[in-house]
């Protein structure tokens, strides 16, 4: 069996990346022309959830060819050690995000707020971004801070997610 070269894959990885783009500003561009068209009904709270699941959609076509990427680029221990430590560093930004929104808008402005909302939202593709990192490693410092990446970015979800419960009064007892 005769493999790929490499210069083959990241073509067809570039290739992804560029269908994927195709395609997601051929929806947001069909999207704002159904807001054109119905500005009125376009401000509701079902076109909001419209949108919100266009965005997952879109974020899940572009788990597509970055995981096709982390696969090709986990063949060589340099890159793919500078990598994982940026995962680790993307990571980091997580519990600052939390904290940032935890703390309200009393002590920052109400863009970071919405960047850190946006960073939170996106933690569970992130995180499966992570996992996969983690699993394709095959060298053991990038293992190493793939494993440390991961386990801030869970944590930090994890937390994220007990915090939304209490703040809406938890399970109730009847």
């Given at each position: 069996?005769?493999?790929?070269?490499?210069?083959?894959?990241?073509?067809?990885?570039?290739?992804?990346?560029?269908?994927?783009?195709?395609?997601?500003?051929?929806?947001?561009?069909?999207?704002?022309?159904?807001?054109?068209?119905?500005?009125?009904?376009?401000?509701?709270?079902?076109?909001?959830?419209?949108?919100?699941?266009?965005?997952?959609?879109i974020?899940?076509?572009?788990?597509?060819?970055?995981?096709?990427?982390?696969?090709v680029?986990?063949?060589?221990?340099?890159?793919?050690?500078?990598?994982?430590?940026?995962?680790?560093?993307?990571?980091?930004?997580?519990?600052?995000?939390?904290?940032?929104?935890?703390r309200?808008?009393?002590?920052?402005?109400?863009?970071?707020?919405?960047?850190?909302?946006?960073r939170?939202?996106?933690?569970?593709?992130?995180?499966v971004?992570?996992g996969?990192?983690?699993?394709?490693?095959?060298?053991?410092?990038?293992k190493?801070?793939?494993?440390?990446?991961?386990?801030?970015?869970?944590?930090?979800?994890?937390i994220?997610?007990a915090?939304?419960?209490?703040?809406?009064?938890?399970?109730?007892?009847?």
């Amino acid at each position: 069996m005769r493999s790929t070269s490499l210069r083959t894959q990241l073509g067809l990885v570039a290739l992804g990346y560029a269908a994927v783009s195709a395609v997601v500003v051929t929806f947001l561009y069909l999207r704002h022309l159904q807001e054109l068209k119905y500005p009125d009904e376009a401000s509701g709270g079902m076109w909001a959830a419209g949108d919100l699941f266009l965005y997952i959609f879109i974020a899940c076509l572009f788990m597509v060819p970055t995981l096709s990427l982390i696969w090709v680029t986990a063949k060589f221990e340099n890159f793919y050690t500078v990598y994982s430590k940026f995962l680790l560093c993307l990571s980091l930004s997580a519990p600052v995000c939390l904290s940032v929104l935890y703390r309200g808008e009393k002590l920052v402005g109400e863009t970071l707020i919405g960047a850190c909302f946006y960073r939170l939202f996106l933690s569970p593709f992130i995180l499966v971004g992570m996992g996969t990192s983690r699993l394709v490693a095959r060298f053991d410092r990038a293992k190493r801070f793939a494993s440390f990446a991961l386990l801030i970015e869970g944590l930090t979800l994890a937390i994220a997610v007990a915090l939304v419960i209490h703040a809406c009064g938890g399970p109730k007892n009847h």
